[in-house]
């Protein structure tokens, strides 16, 4: 049976360059919209708040009318019950962090969906209790982050809209953001649409992504496959295509990391702040992945695992290879980059087992 609909999108918006138009039913609990710059996705984030330009169509939340072009109908952005995190965070600068979630905790009041724990979970699953008395201007960009995704969940949202959470950061904040948004997902039990042209995030905390090119949607589904799509995977900037894998930790030494992957199978990752049993999200670029076709008795990258292929899909020069690490459905799968004289030379085809090598220093790991 299918999962019932959480936003049904029927819209059509005259933009300078072209129309915004989209017809999408979205039923997982964590989808991302992604494409590249100027492609409609904070248009339409502007569209599901009421906030955007004029719209014409149709749009429903779990069912509820918020849009009926035609029937003039339209529910006020205030009523949607929406958590909004725009780019630029647009916190009160001459208020404390307190201040600022005190806002979005009134809004939840205001509603009727408010609730005493609400506020303690939140500071607690984004670590805010050292902020809350900082005023805006002093705090970084990364608390910055927090904040503002502090305040939109403390508003009691039905719905979680975040634009770009990871864009205005570099790449060693970006990391430890990552795991702020991967914790909202585990212990918020909400909706969320983000918006993206990062592979890491969609890859590391979407069910479902939505690629948007010139205001169309050109791909709907699981994560891997839409990225992967050559239309896709070309326009990919920021660093390219990295793989997100997740690892609980096995053993943790001043000499050793090692995770184990949901496949069962062991890796050896860079030293890092973990303990035994942590869950760790790690990343791995498609472009650092070597392919071989047994394990070789000795090579010198420390990573090597064994997967299927599933997939070879070609994108411009390159070839996407898309291999499973184990048969069950959530074991996981990598994608490699490969040239063509790679795939002929080992004859690389759907089916065939494979191993896939890769340095220990080429893992990034996410927390
Ligand atoms: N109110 C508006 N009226 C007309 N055109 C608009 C309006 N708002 C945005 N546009 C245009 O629509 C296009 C899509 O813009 P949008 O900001 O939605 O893209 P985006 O994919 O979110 O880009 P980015 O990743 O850079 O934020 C752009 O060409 C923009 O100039």
Redesign the pocket.
């Known amino acids: 049976m299918s999962a019932p609909s959480l936003l049904d999108i029927g819209i059509r918006v005259?933009?300078?360059?072209?129309d915004?138009d989209l017809n999408l039913t979205l039923s997982k609990r964590v989808t991302g919209i992604f494409?590249?710059?100027?492609?409609?996705?904070?248009?339409?984030l502007n569209c599901i708040c009421g906030l955007?330009?004029e719209t014409k169509g149709i749009l429903r939340f779990q069912g509820a009318v918020w849009l009926d072009h035609s029937k003039r109908q339209q529910t006020r952005p205030e009523k949607r019950g929406i958590g909004y995190v725009p780019?630029d965070h647009l916190l009160f600068p001459h208020k404390t962090v307190e201040q600022n979630l005190r806002f979005g905790e009134k809004r939840a009041q205001s509603s009727g969906r408010y609730d005493a724990q609400h506020f303690t979970k939140v500071i607690q699953t984004l670590e805010l209790d050292p902020l809350l008395k900082r005023k805006v201007p002093t705090l970084s960009g990364g608390e910055r982050q927090r904040v503002a995704l502090g305040r939109a969940l403390c508003s009691g949202p039905r719905l979680l809209l975040l634009?770009?959470p990871l864009a205005s950061l570099d790449i060693r904040l970006r990391s430890r953001i990552l795991p702020f948004l991967l914790r909202i997902r585990e212990n918020f039990d909400l909706p969320i649409l983000l918006?993206s042209?990062n592979p890491v995030e969609v890859l590391g905390i979407c069910d479902e992504v939505v690629a948007?090119a010139n205001?169309k949607a050109i791909a709907q589904g699981p994560p891997v496959e839409v990225l992967t799509d050559s239309r896709v995977y070309a326009g990919i900037e920021d660093g390219g295509f990295e793989n997100i894998l997740k690892a609980t930790i096995v053993e943790a030494s001043a000499q050793h990391v090692i995770g184990r992957l949901p496949s069962g199978q062991m890796l050896h990752m860079p030293s890092s702040p973990c303990q035994l049993g942590d869950s760790v999200h790690f990343g791995i670029s498609a472009t650092d992945i070597l392919i071989g076709l047994a394990s070789p008795g000795r090579v010198s990258a420390r990573n090597r695992l064994c997967g299927k292929i599933e997939t070879i899909r070609k994108s411009g020069d390159k070839h996407l290879l898309v291999a499973r690490l184990a048969e069950k459905e959530d074991s996981g799968s990598l994608v490699a980059e490969l040239t063509s004289d790679a795939i002929e030379e080992l004859r690389l085809e759907p089916g065939m087992t494979i191993v896939l090598f890769f340095k220990t220093s080429s893992l990034r790991v996410y927390g």
């Open positions: 005259p933009l300078d360059r072209f915004l494409g590249p710059s100027g492609s409609g996705k904070s248009t339409l955007g330009p780019q634009d770009e918006v042209h948007l205001g």
